[in-house]
């Protein structure tokens, strides 16, 4: 199956600083890539679907000004927190889609802690 | 709007015994699929088995297996022989105008 990597896998930042996380298709072009939020022992929940070469569609209730999200090329979309606080912490995953790969692929998640 | 639904938050099994985890669903659309995966602690999002809405035949991959009960919307996991390492989260989701939808998980823990 197709890779999809995500670094870093874990962060720890100071709240009010910015933290990027980068997600990467290794072996196809993730035409669409996705963002997800999971809190522990929770369902996993869409934030954003990013299109290349376009902006980010959020989805309801997601701060954009807060997650930036840039999807500049084929192979890497980067979710942007923002002037982070404690209640950012949380397990951020993204997937990617491409024809060539022909299903959404998951990253291995980057578990955000905001002290 | 499409739902998806997991009411077991969490199951156990017996090692070597079958398990089934239930998945109901409503849309509208005629058109969708149907996807598993299993979260193990380490986080990542391992996809076990994809059933589409037009598929005569219930989806098998190894020791998982779909039951696919339309009428019913339903589409419950069957793993059988279970193993300690299937010890995870498992989530069901569903394709909602290419977004994945999730069901809330159930958490399935295999005693030795």
């Known amino acids: 199956g197709a890779v999809v990597s995500q670094h870093p896998s874990r962060v720890i930042c100071k709240s009010g600083t910015s933290v990027k996380i980068e997600c990467r298709s290794l072996d196809f072009q993730a035409t669409t890539m996705f963002w997800y939020r999971q809190f522990p022992k929770k369902s996993l929940m869409l934030m954003a679907t990013?299109?290349?070469?376009?902006?980010?569609?959020?989805e309801q209730g997601v701060e954009k000004d807060k997650f930036l999200i840039n999807h500049a090329s084929l192979t890497l979309s980067t979710l942007t927190v923002t002037s982070a606080h404690p209640e950012d912490s949380s397990f951020y995953i993204c997937?990617?889609?491409?024809?060539?790969?022909?299903?959404?692929?998951f990253g291995p998640g980057t578990r955000l802690t905001v002290t | 709007a499409q739902k998806i639904t997991q009411t077991q938050p969490g199951m156990f099994v017996q090692e070597k015994e079958a398990v089934t985890l239930d998945c109901t669903y409503d849309?509208?659309?005629?058109?969708?699929?149907l996807f598993w995966y299993k979260q193990p602690s380490s986080g990542e999002m391992i996809f076990l088995i994809y059933q589409g809405s037009y598929d005569q035949q219930n989806a098998t991959e190894g020791r998982y297996s779909l039951n696919f009960q339309k009428a019913r919307k339903s589409a419950n996991l069957v793993i059988s022989a279970s193993q300690l390492g299937d010890s995870a989260m498992y989530f069901c989701?569903?394709?909602?105008?290419?977004?994945?939808?999730f069901g809330q998980g159930t958490e399935l823990s295999v005693k030795p």
């Open positions: 997937s990617a889609w491409g024809l060539e790969a022909g299903e959404q692929y």
């Open positions: 849309t509208s659309d005629p058109s969708y699929g």
């Open positions: 990013s299109n290349e070469g376009s902006k980010a569609t959020y």
């Open positions: 989701a569903m394709t909602q105008g290419g977004k994945l939808i």
